[in-house]
């Protein structure tokens, strides 16, 4: 079971590099005329494919492409001049941070809500909660980010209201320009967890066990907490792995807003200037991520709910 | 709609967390900047590839030319100090200065200069402005410290060219690299690339000018796309200085910021709507000449740029030797425009596409001409059109297009008009022969009065619709001086930047 | 549910609340959004330069923008460009879905496996990269937008046609009408289709919302519709660096979004409950 995943995730991501690559090379638009501008000339054209490696044929840069992926080298890109790899390290150490706070946040917002609204079902709190979800649904989360620079940068002056200093300015600067990003992701994916949070404990509430619990003589929140919270944890896990696409969908756009400079952003100037080894590596990467997330959640979903394992 | 109401938790995280940011705030020290650019280089070596952002961080600062071109677009000498012209014009001789090291210790002579203009004009050259050392025969260097050029026709620029970005002076060990990691004989020496942040720069103590040692200890250019974000850091003090500023909107909002100084210059970026003349209806002059007259500069002014820019009549800016004002030639006149279309036989208006390339300043003039254009009956639709990718693609290359519009940052570029597959697709001989003549001309005031019939020429053509100069909209701290009000070129010379205490 | 919570959890008055606010918002827009397409207060091309950042009810109810247009006008025109691409979306993403879902449901055994594993690959892709990348290859517009955003339904629909239609054909009737001789196709069309309908009509409203969001982000991208025709999206885009001078203009089409994702997510709970009693009031 495990190891067909694994070697299912695998022919995944052999899918996507290749149809990555072939998207990537076969777009409209010359990189080797990006570079050249208004300027260009045929013969000046010809030298810069030549220098950018592009008059190979085809086939020959995907697989020496792939084996390079496979050994850890993701190529050079072709208007930085740098390696692809360092690149997106570089670029990583922004949008990672900036995914794990949002998950981190969303997931400190949505616990509670969602403990609060269950354990106090169709009361006030409860509609106080339901609210609260239905309105982070329903906000985008980059108007969101324009709303809390308005608030916070231009008009309180609180915090920076984009760029990044980087992580060598130190903890401080860095983390406060992360700040309201972070919030502007969560908030959406806060509004989702809650839900579901909601949701799953009601769910489990009301299987046999937890009721067995009740007659042992467990208050409505003892049970809530040491036998429903556990148990609800399944369908909490499935939705943080689903969404995490979206939370890099998110990302990108955040980034955008912010102008931090992320992998969301570096695909994104990468994809204007045609520099295919750096869209291909860093896309590569997301949906590796992804996929490897989700495959984490699987697992997981082993540890917590032992009748699958069983099945398994 | 309420604005964001405040909480006590959040108001208490931000609280904590403005803590943070201003024990950062004001730390930039006296003799260092931090430069703001909306666009970062791809790669830093000024020779190989043709993005602007290349030579705003390196020209000047890190790589020098033979000849340099100074604040006020006048030639002056660099690393040749003197150089005598043949009487016919054909042959240069430069002597170059002695003494001078590149930042690797080599030194600078004769052989470094032929290497470089040899790398430029050879085969494998990817010089995006190749064609400035095509006039050039034969390179010699008799000695260590002179260099003679042999031209093939006389060429009155060739001297401004040499001072261009693409034309600085490599060191042959070293040049490959010098797209990561880029040595000159500049000011300033590479400190490091952090990619997608900034670029760091410090002072070359061993800089072989005595008279023009800069007077800053580093300089930083920090990577800001959004204009937005420009704003908060030039206001919060993170960066110094944004020598071209990005959202004319927000411009006037530092005006009364007593911290900040704000300088309105001229770049050399001509904002003009091309035309495809190679096919109706554009192909007709009459079809043409409507469109600009039912066009009102300062509107398009007004709502592409708040009010900020200068008007243009012909593909000339008012930076350039022998500007000629023809704004007046075929001036707003919608009932005129109207009548010209109906003779034109477009009596019941015309439909046009438009190719508009994502930048700001052309989305937004793209509008302001679909609405003008509708008052005189021609419907543009709007196709955006990704730049550069595309745009080189379908409108530069293919010529697949009716109108387009985009910003020609080259300075004194109206002989693109001559080239023979530009994708106006103007073709007048008399052009050519005016523009063969400006560029050969040795005299000046010959030059400049052959410049402005060209300029005539185009205005009454109407090959694209010319609408204004982009302005230069500078903004730094209080006591910053000496950063370049104009831009008579893409540059952040920091040579002569100081702090006024 | 059970008894027990039965006895405790008050009688719940806040279901057909639910349905009827989301009924009311939705309506509300989609007739606001119709009307724009034969009037709007004031013309939504056309500029009038001198008339432009008027703050909200000094030139208009929402002031105008950096054009000098009516900032009303421009949002209700707004809402039948959203409305039009997200129904298109939901639409083609949604018959592809339940189609492919229905297929694998029917089929089983390797078109099965070999559907939903391709439905994998599509979800694990983030779905602003694909957009992007379809909009290199299309160039920015409608149908770049439309096809994007049906891109990443297909997945969601046909994984609910699947798993709802295993649960039909699991049934007694549907072995009955093999044994009578019907096609895949005919069971499909007249026994699970049918069944499945309310499944598909909650999923479908909710994704609607989706879709608005989804387009609001392409457009903010510059990857929406083109001017003059006017979006949400490219609004709060084009607001963005007149935030300080003008806050209306960054405010107005983010309400107007989140009031319409609000009023088809209402909409969707509402139908939800209504369809499948199970899951009253659980979200």
């Given at each position: 079971m495990l190891l067909r995943r694994l070697i299912g995730l695998l022919l995944t991501l052999l899918a996507v590099s290749l149809l990555l690559f072939l998207v990537m090379n076969l777009l409209p638009g010359d990189p080797a005329a990006v570079m050249l501008g208004t300027s260009a000339r045929p013969d000046t054209l010809a030298a810069m494919r030549e220098a950018m490696g592009l008059d190979r044929p085809l086939p020959v840069r995907f697989v020496v492409w792939l084996g390079g992926v496979l050994t850890g080298d993701f190529g050079t890109s072709i208007t930085y001049g740098t390696p692809v790899a360092e690149l997106i390290r570089d670029r990583a150490a922004v949008t990672l941070p900036l995914a794990g706070l949002a998950i981190l946040l969303s997931i400190l917002i949505a616990l509670p809500l969602g403990l609060v609204s269950a354990a106090r079902r169709g009361r006030r709190a409860d509609a106080v909660a339901g609210l609260f979800a239905q309105l982070g649904l329903a906000l985008p989360n980059f108007w969101i980010g324009l709303l809390l620079v308005l608030v916070f940068a231009s008009e309180l002056h609180w915090l920076p209201s984009g760029g990044f200093p980087g992580w060598s300015a130190g903890l401080g600067p860095a983390l406060s320009a992360l700040v309201l990003p972070t919030v502007a992701l969560a908030l959406p994916q806060a509004a989702v967890l809650t839900r579901v949070t909601r949701a799953a404990l009601l769910d489990t509430l009301a299987e046999d066990f937890v009721r067995t619990a009740r007659a042992k003589g467990l208050t409505r929140r003892e049970a809530l907490l040491r036998h429903a919270l556990p148990n609800a944890m399944v369908p909490i896990l499935t939705i943080l792995g689903l969404q995490f696409s979206f939370l890099v969908a998110g990302a990108v756009l955040v980034e955008n807003v912010f102008d931090l400079p992320g992998l969301g952003r570096l695909v994104y100037q990468a994809l204007l200037q045609r520099d295919a080894v750096v869209v291909q590596g860093t896309v590569l990467c997301f949906t590796a991520l992804v996929v490897v997330v989700n495959f984490l959640v699987d697992l997981a979903y082993l540890r917590f709910d032992p009748r699958l394992r069983a099945a398994s | 709609m309420q604005p964001i109401r405040r909480r006590r938790l959040p108001t208490l995280l931000a609280a904590a967390f403005a803590v943070l940011a201003l024990s950062t705030a004001g730390a930039a020290a006296k003799d260092g900047v931090v430069i703001a650019m909306g666009i970062e280089p791809a790669g830093l070596d000024p020779t190989i590839a043709a993005p602007a952002a290349i030579g705003q961080v390196?020209?000047?600062?890190?790589f020098e030319g033979l000849t340099r071109i100074d604040r006020d677009g006048k030639v002056r000498p660099q690393l040749a100090e003197a150089w005598d012209i043949a009487t016919d014009g054909k042959t240069y001789t430069f002597h170059l200065r002695s003494g001078v090291r590149f930042h690797n210790g080599v030194a600078f002579d004769a052989a470094t200069a032929k290497f470089t203009l040899d790398r430029a004009r050879g085969e494998k050259s990817t010089n995006p402005q190749k064609q400035f050392f095509e006039t050039i025969e034969r390179i010699e260097?008799?000695?260590?410290q002179t260099l003679v050029l042999s031209l093939k026709q006389p060429t009155g620029n060739l001297l401004y060219w040499l001072g261009?970005?693409?034309?600085v002076m490599l060191e042959p060990s070293s040049a490959e690299d010098d797209r990561t990691h880029p040595i000159g004989t500049g000011p300033f020496v590479f400190d490091g690339w952090r990619q997608g942040v900034s670029v760091d720069l410090k002072r070359n103590e061993a800089y072989w000018d005595a008279a023009r040692r800069p007077q800053l200890s580093s300089a930083t250019f920090r990577f800001i796309a959004d204009a937005q974000a420009q704003a908060a850091a030039v206001q919060s003090g993170e960066v110094d200085a944004v020598p071209e500023f990005g959202a004319p909107e927000l411009f006037a909002s530092f005006k009364d910021d007593p911290r900040l100084e704000t300088v309105v210059g001229d770049t050399e970026l001509k904002v003009v709507a091309g035309l495809n003349l190679r096919k109706p209806p554009l192909d007709d002059v009459r079809v043409r000449q409507a469109l600009m007259m039912a066009i009102d500069r300062q509107v398009v002014i007004e709502g592409a740029w708040s009010g900020f820019g200068t008007p243009i009549g012909s593909h000339y800016t008012p930076n350039d030797p022998g500007y000629v004002d023809l704004t007046g030639r075929l001036a707003y006149d919608p009932a005129k425009a109207r009548a010209l279309l109906a003779e034109a036989g477009h009596a019941d208006g015309l439909d046009l596409t438009i190719k508009v390339p994502q930048m700001t300043y052309a989305t937004r003039s793209a509008e302001v001409l679909q609405a003008l254009l509708a008052e005189v009956g021609v419907r543009l639709t709007i196709v955006p059109t990704e730049f550069p990718a595309k745009w080189i693609d379908e409108v530069f290359k293919r010529h697949d297009f009716d109108m387009t519009i985009v910003a020609h940052a080259e300075p004194l570029d109206i002989g693109i008009y001559a080239r023979p597959d530009y994708y106006f697709g103007y073709r007048n001989p008399q052009f050519d022969r005016v523009l063969g003549e400006a560029e050969a001309a040795t005299d000046t005031a010959r030059r400049l009065e052959l410049y402005g019939e060209a300029q005539r020429m185009l205005a009454d053509d109407v090959p694209a619709l010319y609408l204004f100069v982009m302005p230069k909209l500078g903004v730094w701290k209080a006591g910053l001086k000496g950063l370049w009000a104009n831009e008579p070129i893409p540059s952040n010379d920091l040579t002569e930047v100081r702090w006024d205490d | 549910m059970t008894a027990l919570d039965r006895v405790r959890t008050p009688r719940r008055r806040s279901v057909p609340k639910r349905l009827v606010a989301g009924a009311v918002l939705t309506i509300l827009l989609v007739v606001l959004a119709l009307v724009s397409l034969v009037w709007t207060p004031q013309p939504t091309s056309g500029i009038r330069i001198l008339l432009k950042l008027q703050p909200p009810l000094s030139s208009g109810l929402l002031g105008t923008d950096q054009l000098g247009r009516d900032v009303f006008s421009l949002l209700m025109a707004g809402a039948a460009n959203s409305f039009a691409i997200a129904a298109a979306a939901v639409a083609l993403g949604g018959t592809l879905g339940t189609v492919t879902g229905l297929l694998a449901a029917i089929r089983g055994g390797w078109t099965e496996t070999l559907t939903m594993r391709g439905c994998d690959v599509l979800f694990a892709f983030p779905p602003i990269l694909s957009a992007m990348l379809l909009g290199v290859v299309l160039g920015p517009g409608r149908p770049t937008a439309v096809v994007a955003i049906a891109a990443f339904m297909v997945p969601v629909f046909a994984r609910v046609a699947r798993a709802s239609g295993a649960r039909i054909l699991a049934l007694d009737y549907i072995l009955a009408a093999r044994c009578a001789g019907k096609g895949a196709a005919r069971i499909a069309a007249e026994h699970v289709l049918p069944n499945i309908a309310g499944d598909l009509l909650v999923q479908a409203t909710l994704q609607l919302g989706l879709a608005i969001l989804a387009e609001a982000g392409l457009s903010f991208l510059g990857l929406g519709p083109t001017p003059p025709a006017p979006s949400w999206g490219r609004m709060l885009a084009d607001a963005r660096t007149y935030v300080q001078l003008a806050p209306w203009l960054a405010i107005a089409p983010g309400a107007a979004v989140a009031l319409a994702v609000l009023g088809l997510n209402l909409l969707g709970d509402g139908l939800r409950d209504r369809f499948d009693p199970r899951l009253r009031g659980r979200t």
């Open positions: - | 390196t020209w000047q600062n890190v260097a008799p000695d260590a261009w970005p693409t034309a | -």
